[in-house]
């Protein structure tokens, strides 16, 4: 009974084995981190993809499957499972070996590929797999997460697969624009071109980058699916299945709250009081929202090396969740401004900002090995009021130049240090 279903998970997963197919891997847009993945497939024997539900992590393995496929890989040297559905992994990996491989995982000689999509829901899953293929460089694992799992080995390589671009949801839509320079004059050339590119920000924007959202014509949809398709089941099905927390209703409440005061700096003793639960417990839920990329931090850098571990600055992970508690809210420039704020920091895998007194640097970037200020102020046109304390703020940190992220605006200003105010969609389309 128990090799009967085996069999039944295996040709239902494994379609490839008997059979051409069309998989929705070749029907969906390929990202760029895919080469990056595909890359390491071969080097690594351990593989680890995280990311937040709906981000595309199981279009990717599709899309690797395909490749493998495509190179003459043997079908029957590909192995997919979901650990989403309640499987005996053990049983299938046995059944793997003994029925289709007909020999020992530990043993093989040639390169086969196991991918498992979804392993939080299965705390024993490298232990399982490990003890079955044993050290055996010729078996590559390829593992997919919606929650970032403590104590893994170091030999599993993390590739992590955040919100799409700007440009990747640009080619989405057959839209490809020409390659921008982190350079003043290329900056200023392409600010003009393409400034008809920001009613396509403000529409990324509400989508948040999720691919899973991109197909939604109606705006009002947007809000409605992101609650219910993925923030409800990040909290109500993964984290309780994931963590075995009872009160998985808290992080609902810190989204909430979060995603109504973006970017603001976060008093965890503010939030036990008004929730009533110890601040441990208020800790511990947070720090599940970021495991489970619902929420990401800044930290108040004090000096090189050292941040402050009190007040961080908390983001919805995606804008679309922010959206999909307050889509009225979206209409003020202010709190655009905080959204754009986190999604850029994501994007620049920046882990840091500044603030003393009333000066703040709102994102510091750290390009090629030199740190770069980043001060984001959503308004059409700056005072020059509020670009002296800027620059008063930039002297604080010792820097020479800063970026200040505007609306619609292009210009350099020169005071003591030299300050390029641009648009959110410029930048980051100076990013791959």
């Keep these: 009974m128990v090799i009967e279903m085996a069999k039944s998970w295996s040709r239902t997963y494994n379609p490839h084995w008997e059979r051409d197919i069309i998989t929705e891997g070749k029907k969906r847009f390929k990202r760029n981190i895919f080469k990056e993945v595909r890359d390491q ?206 009160e998985p209703y808290l992080v609902e409440k810190i989204l909430k709250y979060i995603s109504y005061s973006v970017g603001s700096q976060t008093n965890y003793n503010h939030l036990s009081s008004m929730l009533g639960k110890d601040i441990r417990t208020i800790i511990n839920y947070f720090d599940i929202a970021i495991k489970s990329f619902l929420l990401y931090q800044l930290k108040n850098k004090i000096e090189r090396g050292r941040s402050s571990r009190k007040l961080p600055k908390t983001y919805p992970y995606s804008p679309a969740y922010a959206y999909a508690f307050y889509p009225e809210k979206f209409s003020a420039d202010e709190y655009i401004g905080k959204v754009i704020e986190g999604f850029i920091a994501l994007h620049l895998d920046a882990r840091f900002y500044w603030k003393k007194a009333n000066k703040e640097i709102s994102i510091i970037w750290e390009r090629d090995g030199v740190e770069i200020p980043i001060v984001v102020n959503y308004t059409k046109r700056l005072s020059r009021r509020e670009i002296k304390k800027i620059d008063t703020a930039l002297k604080k940190v010792e820097k020479d130049m800063g970026i200040i992220i505007a609306k619609d605006t292009f210009e350099i200003v020169k005071k003591e240090r030299e300050l390029w105010i641009m648009p959110p969609w410029l930048l980051l389309l100076t990013l791959s």
Excluded: C
């Design 41 to 246: 497939v071969d080097k690594e024997d351990w593989i680890i993809l995280y990311g937040p539900l709906g981000i595309g992590k199981t279009t990717i393995l599709a899309q690797v499957i395909d490749d493998l496929l495509d190179n003459n890989v043997d079908p029957k040297r590909i192995l997919y499972l979901s650990l989403e559905d309640d499987l005996k992994l053990a049983e299938e990996l046995e059944f793997y070996e003994k029925n289709v491989l007909r020999e020992s995982l530990k043993d093989t000689k040639k390169e086969t590929y196991i991918f498992l999509d979804e392993v939080q829901y299965n705390s024993e899953w490298y232990y399982i797999t490990d003890s079955i293929k044993g050290g055996n460089e010729k078996v590559h694992v390829i593992a997919t997460a919606s929650y970032v799992l403590d104590d893994l080995p170091s030999n599993i390589k993390k590739i992590f697969v955040k919100p799409l671009t700007f440009r990747e949801y640009l080619a989405i839509k057959k839209i490809y624009p020409k390659t921008v320079k982190f350079e003043v004059l290329d900056l200023r050339r392409k600010y003009v071109e393409y400034l008809h590119l920001s009613e396509e920000f403000d529409s990324y924007l509400l989508t948040g980058g999720i691919p899973s959202l991109m197909d939604v014509d109606d705006i009002n949809e947007i809000s409605k699916r992101a609650r219910n398709e993925i923030i409800n089941k990040i909290i109500y099905m993964l984290i309780p299945r994931a963590e075995k927390r009872k």
